[in-house]
């Protein structure tokens, strides 16, 4: 899957991560996506883990509960 954008990881797959993923997918972004419990949407690059997510990506934003957030960044 080559578009050409730049690679950006999300991280965090919820409501407000899906949102942004597509956008940044419309927008031509190359969007590697993990979350433990939601799959990865549509246009997105589905990947194993937050490592994998971030492998090669210009750009991570991270989108997890405040409670998790943490534990999301080591």
């Keep these: 899957m080559s578009r050409g954008g730049p690679v950006v990881a999300v991280l ?3 409501e407000a991560g899906s949102a942004i993923a597509a ?3 419309a927008a031509g972004a190359v969007v590697r996506g993990y979350d ?3 799959p990865a949407g549509a246009g997105l690059i589905g990947c194993a883990g937050d490592a994998d997510a971030c492998r090669g990506a210009a750009v991570v934003l991270t989108l ?3 409670h998790e957030a943490e534990g999301a960044a080591q």
Excluded: F
Aim: aromatic share 0%; with cysteine; net charge positive.
């Design 64 to 66: 997890a509960c405040a």
């Design 36 to 38: 433990p419990r939601v």
């Design 12 to 14: 965090g797959l919820g």
């Design 23 to 25: 956008g940044l997918c």
